[in-house]
């Protein structure tokens, strides 16, 4: 059964770095696109980051520049590094996978449980 399992979440100041992981098993994830997603109290869910099997990369443009998302397919293993975080990047953040790409709907995807990351001012 495929299952998408996240960590590195946290509290951190603003302007500080953290780095999420996500690990993938069970399916044949070297083929499927993966990203992040997040969302805020109240909020909906939004795609933040993602990477298709051939390394083509998006991400939303309130991340661009800051944040970098990178996978390790031999590991089936992606990752979020997270620069320069500000408070409003506060938020769960969800891994998640999909065949093909990632639509900013997550329709279809696989998911992770979310891993909180809180940006202190």
């Known amino acids: 059964q495929a299952q998408l399992v996240e960590s590195g979440g946290g509290l951190v100041q603003a302007g500080g770095s953290l780095r999420l992981s996500c690990a993938a098993t069970?399916?044949?994830?070297?083929?499927?696109?993966m990203g992040w997603y997040r969302q805020a109290p109240g909020k909906q869910r939004d795609l933040v980051a993602g990477?298709?099997?051939?390394?083509?990369?998006n991400y939303a443009d309130s991340v661009k520049g800051r944040f970098t998302i990178s996978r390790d397919k031999a590991k089936n293993t992606v990752y979020l590094q997270m620069n320069s975080l500000k408070p409003e990047d506060t938020a769960v953040y969800y891994c998640?996978?999909?065949?093909?790409?990632?639509?900013?709907?997550?329709?279809?995807?696989?998911w992770g449980q979310g891993t909180r990351v809180t940006v202190s001012s």
């Open positions: 998640a996978a999909r065949p093909g790409t990632l639509l900013d709907g997550g329709q279809g995807n696989y």
């Open positions: 990477v298709t099997s051939t390394g083509y990369t």
């Open positions: 069970g399916a044949i994830f070297s083929i499927y696109a």
